[in-house]
């Protein structure tokens, strides 16, 4: 892994590392040991050789180092969602580098990380960790953190590779999805990611798509490696292997953890952890937090607050107990954390704080910390009722929680081992306190040798520790302030729990939660909050969910806040709702039922350590806030496109929803939103410049428009807005989303300052997933540009179009309309030479006859057949011919299709028809016409330019091939003419064939020139055969009552061949490329310089058994087309 930092203590990788060379000389053992970690976080080292261990470190929003258990303190970050709030992408960076130097002081080398996984349902468990519901933003977002973190050498490490979008039974649920939705939602963010970052790792995730796991599953990894060309270390997530051979062969480099279960096992080497609290650290992660913060209503201008305030209420359960980030892989040991109560401390010095918590908010109670002291946990191999037991590790703690999955000490048996915590315990307000304690194994409460809760016999499995722990078992205590009380946790490891893991992963190790607090009422809770916010000048009201309600193993029941919130706000709002601001804090949507009637409201996330700075700088009017919603906000939970189909049932998760997820969802049906995609407030105004310059005009994915629109500051205060380009297409022929974000830009304005800015327009602005032929397309046309404050704030317009046209080629670069006018004049021009000269044209002769208008058509042919001599024989022999024509349509009107099958030379003629039919679209015309960017692909060309002038001089090239050769019908025989097109059609398919395959095999340039070259030599092979000497044939062997019939016969076989092409070619062509071949054959008739009677006897001699006389078979080896 280039430019990872390795210790001292560790073996260098030179940078001329000669892989093959170690391959070529390690064991057996060694080789297998590489595919595999050696153990929770590191992957092996060959000392002798120069191979390093790689230490992988969690989790999205800081960086834990290697223990769950007394590991070393961190950054905490905002969450993934308040992250993509900032729509910002400089601040993306700068927080990728702040990671990868805390990776750094950690001694990690890959950081497991970011999470880019959609939220099809604000219920996701780890909703929060991601960063938007829209694919582009999320995959904008993400390059960016990455780039930042791999700036510092630091390895980065997407995941989850892909539909890992729930918890619930995320290790088995089978998600079923439509190629389309796939490809245009759920993949679109790592496509993004591999386009512009490729960062050097990908973790799968545990699911499976379409009933395969993805870890086992080489057409999803092939998606990576062959569709994006990105060839990251591909990993598994933490025991989400299933077999040996399918996930080797579907291309997994390397499973996690180690011990492998499938491969093998060597012991790490260890590096020094440690911590960079750094001034400079603390202030980009305030300026995180306070851009991530989205004002979403703020009536009368309440917000912000003045300084001057003498008295203010601070409520809710947040105030004093920041949540900081969601639970599992996200939740570490934070080097600091800012509350809300200490920060406005801060910012109001002088001001009188009353203080209230109003409810709790909390699932499980908060865990013991500032009230325990002196506190260490004891390790056995033996449970506490043997009498003698030997002490082998004794680890000092802070808390009353812990994870012991990556535990282990010297002579621990981690398969099954027991431990003691003790500590004291000195309450700080007298009264009846409430304990809960969960676990995963099992686990007893003492307090003074006193037994509270016994967790040991009746478990009931619960949503904590990753799905793995009990529900809360609660025990009450009455306890006096201020007396030091002994707690004693008698704890069994995983092995010891009664309850059954199903459909969770089990890491080992187990854990455990102990909770605290004073029992208290309710409604006086609630009471004494609405005291305070009566009594202040200003209220604050913090609340919201935590890691007990978001955190990776589980996924939320509801929307709603914790029990008693809603009732809290209101009752607040009854007696304070001109001077009240609701601060939420979580990581995704909450349902706010008392929205309608509070003045402000603001969604301040997950914040991470500087959580209350941050919330209180945008209160009092430090910063103005520009976060904008990066997800939809649904009034209920069952507006969600995915409320129906969100859970496993039976296994399987259905998106029914398709392309509409999100934003895409609610604009097409017209559902409302509480708030919507992309919507935010701020202390100042915008104005923006209603039309948008759209240049250049004419789309291409190889130079993509840019939108211009003028922006200016209209408000009193400098702010930021963050202009939001979306794309339409009201006239596509495939149904699509309303409109799509394909781009977003952030300005700061001074008050009065105006300026231009530019959006680029993505280069997947137009495309859209074609499921029939298995490939991108986009649809010839006009294309809206829209550019917002958010997805329903649509404030400027503009439009380019797509040309389907040669010349497009060459006008692409004009930055004027002219880029599309031109080529719209030159295809407009033929059809107006047409229409300007028509009515000059005389009337046809032949119809003329056919309603007995005799004279006029007499006078017509005379004119421009005789000029003008009425005595002509020519004319008089051309109307008796058009007579008898007539004559003969009348006779031949009467014969039926049954007709052509009564007699043994008519059937004849029919199959050579069919066969005719089949071979003009199976000798390689549609391959070309179709799938000729693929083959280009095949070669490494990928330039869209460069593709298209190939295709402008294909048929260029073909058309001078096509009217050079349909000269020559009249003077070669049709079987001469057939057999050399089948043969150097043949000789061209061989050459092509083995010049793709040797570029495939050797990627030189000159096998690439070979098929370049091959495929303009397929031209003059068709067209010798199968351009107008085809339907010259068909007129010479069929009589004239039947030609009609049997060129209709002709092209249905042609239409049923090129539908074989259309529906079965891709199939070929992606799974066996240039394998794909095909033998035929066909029957040829001589007809050249033969009367149809000459034929007819011919054809009837083939009736009576003598095919060897006119039939000519050969073999001809295709590529299908």
């Known amino acids: 892994m280039p430019n990872s930092t390795i210790h001292d203590d560790q073996p260098k990788m030179t940078p001329k590392f000669d892989v093959d060379y170690v391959l070529a000389n390690i064991s057996e053992d060694d080789k297998i040991a590489l595919l595999s970690g050696s153990d929770f976080w590191h992957t092996h080292s060959i000392p002798q050789f120069n191979v390093p261990s790689i230490r992988t470190t969690d989790g999205p929003n800081g960086i834990r180092g290697t223990k769950f258990f007394v590991g070393v303190p961190a950054a905490c970050l905002p969450c993934g969602t308040a992250l993509g709030a900032t729509w910002d992408c400089d601040l993306l960076h700068q927080a990728g580098v702040l990671l990868g130097k805390e990776c750094l002081a950690k001694g990690a080398h890959c950081w497991l990380g970011p999470t880019i996984n959609m939220q099809r349902s604000p219920l996701g468990g780890r909703g929060f960790e991601s960063f938007a519901e829209d694919p582009h933003l999320s995959g904008i977002m993400t390059k960016s953190i990455i780039l930042g973190c791999e700036s510092t050498g630091v390895i980065s490490t997407v995941k989850h590779y892909v539909g890992n979008d729930q918890e619930h039974e995320r290790r088995a649920v089978d998600v079923l999805v439509t190629p389309r939705a796939l490809r245009e939602i759920y993949l679109r963010p790592f496509q993004v990611v591999a386009r512009d970052a490729q960062p050097g790792a990908l973790m799968t995730s545990y699911n499976k798509i379409n009933g395969k796991h993805v870890v086992e599953s080489p057409a999803m990894l092939d998606i990576v490696r062959k569709d994006w060309n990105w060839d990251p270390l591909i990993m598994s997530d933490w025991l989400g292997t299933y077999t040996t051979i399918d996930s080797m062969n579907a291309g997994l480099d390397l499973e996690m953890p180690g011990p492998t279960r499938y491969r093998g096992s060597r012991a790490p080497v260890s590096a020094e952890e440690t911590g960079r609290d750094l001034p400079e650290d603390r202030a980009l992660n305030r300026t995180l937090c306070t851009n991530s913060i989205v004002l979403l209503k703020n009536e009368d201008n309440l917000l912000p607050f003045p300084k001057t305030i003498k008295k203010i209420a601070l409520i809710g359960s947040h105030v004093k107990t920041p949540a900081i980030s969601g639970g599992g892989s996200a939740s570490l040991e934070p080097y600091y954390a800012v509350s809300l109560y200490d920060a406005v401390v801060e910012a109001l010095p002088d001001a009188e704080i009353l203080y209230e918590a109003g409810a709790y908010a909390h699932k499980m109670l908060p865990v013991v910390d500032r009230m325990l002291s002196n506190a260490v946990i004891h390790f056995y191999n033996e449970p506490p009722e043997k009498k003698e037991r030997t002490l082998l590790a004794t680890e000092p703690v802070g808390n009353t929680a812990f994870q012991l999955m990556d535990y282990s000490a010297p002579g621990l048996n981690r398969g099954l081992f027991w431990g003691t915590l003790i500590g004291e315990f000195t309450p700080d307000v007298s009264g009846l306190w409430d304990f809960g304690l969960t676990v995963f194994g099992t686990a007893t409460l003492f307090i003074d040798d006193e037994m509270v809760i016994d967790n040991t016999t009746r478990q009931t499995r619960g949503t904590a520790f990753f799905g793995k722990g009990t529900v809360q078992e609660v025990g009450s205590k009455q306890l006096i302030a201020g007396q030091t009380y002994r707690i004693r946790i008698e704890f069994g490891s995983a092995n010891t729990s009664p309850m ?502 050797t990627h030189t340039k000159d096998a690439a020139i070979l098929t370049i070259f091959f495929i303009f030599c397929y031209s003059p092979a068709y067209n010798l055969g199968y351009n107008a000497l085809t339907y010259t044939y068909l007129v010479e062997i069929f009589p004239y009552f039947g030609r009609s019939r049997g060129i209709s016969w002709f092209q249905f076989y042609g239409r049923g061949a090129s539908f074989f092409a259309t529906y079965v070619n891709p199939v070929g062509l992606k799974n066996i490329s240039w394998k794909w071949l095909l033998v035929g054959f066909r029957v040829v008739f001589e007809g050249k310089e033969k009367a149809n009677e000459v034929a007819a006897a011919v054809h009837k001699q083939l009736g009576q058994g003598h095919e060897d006389k006119a039939q000519n078979v050969h073999v001809e080896e295709t590529l299908r087309a």
């Open 500 to 1001: 059954k893991a199903i459909g969770v992963v089990h890491f080992g190790g187990g854990a455990a939660h102990l909770g605290a607090c004073l029992h208290m009422d309710p409604e006086q809770m609630v009471a004494n909050a609405v005291k305070v916010a009566a009594e202040a000048d200003y209220t604050i009201v913090c609340t919201g969910l935590n890691r007990d309600w978001e955190s990776e193993g589980f996924d939320r029941p509801d929307m709603d806040l914790p029990p008693g919130i809603d009732a809290l706000i209101s009752s607040v709002l009854d007696v304070a709702v001109d001077r009240t601001v609701i601060v939420n804090q979580s990581g995704t949507p909450v349902t706010m039922p008392w929205a309608d009637r509070a003045r402000a409201i603001v969604q301040a996330w997950y914040g991470g350590n500087e959580t209350g700075h941050g919330i209180a700088d945008v209160l009092f009017g430090d910063v103005n806030p520009c976060g904008k919603l990066p997800l939809s906000w649904p009034v209920d939970v069952r507006h969600n496109p995915a409320y129906l189909n969100y859970m496993s049932v039976g296994g399987r998760v259905l998106y029914g929803e398709d392309v509409y997820m999100g934003y895409r969802f609610y604009e097409k049906v017209g559902r409302e939103v509480l708030f919507p995609f992309g919507y935010g407030l701020s202390y100042t105004t915008f104005s923006v410049s209603p039309e948008a310059t759209v240049s250049p005009t004419v789309f291409s994915s190889d130079s993509p428009p840019t939108a211009r629109v003028i922006v200016k500051n209209t408000g009193p205060v400098a702010g930021a807005q963050i202009l939001q380009l979306y794309i339409a297409a009201p006239h596509s022929a495939t149904p699509r989303p309303v409109k799509e974000l394909h781009g977003f830009t952030k300005v700061f304005l001074q008050p009065g300052e105006q300026i231009t800015v530019g959006i680029p327009i993505d280069k997947y602005a137009t495309s859209l997933w074609d499921e029939i032929e298995d490939m991108w397309k986009s649809e010839e046309g006009v294309y809206q540009v829209l550019i917002g404050t958010s997805s329903q704030e649509i404030v400027s317009r503009g439009e380019f179009r797509i040309i389907a046209a040669a010349v497009g080629v060459g006008t692409v670069t004009i930055k004027t309309d002219w880029a599309w006018r031109i080529p719209s004049l030159l295809q407009i021009a033929p059809a107006m030479v047409q229409i300007a000269f028509i009515l000059l044209l005389p009337e046809s002769p032949r119809y003329l006859i056919s309603k007995d208008r005799h004279e006029e058509a007499f006078d017509i042919l005379t004119k421009y057949h005789a000029e003008g001599d009425r005595s002509s024989v020519i004319v008089r022999a051309e109307i008796a011919q058009i007579q008898r024509t007539i004559k003969l349509e009348l006779e031949g009107s009467k014969q039926t299709w049954w007709d052509m099958f009564r007699t043994a030379g008519m059937r004849r003629r029919l199959l050579i028809s069919a066969f005719l039919g089949l071979f003009t679209q199976w000798s390689g015309n549609t391959l070309i016409s179709y799938y000729l960017s693929d083959l280009l692909e095949m070669v490494d060309i990928t330039d869209g330019v460069v593709k298209s002038k190939i295709n402008i001089g294909i048929a260029c090239w073909g058309l001078l091939c096509g009217t050079t050769l349909a000269l020559t019908v009249a003077r070669f025989k049709r079987r001469t003419m057939y057999l050399t097109c089948a043969c150097s059609l043949l000789c061209v398919y061989v050459a092509w064939t083995i010049s793709m395959e040797r570029f495939m095999s």
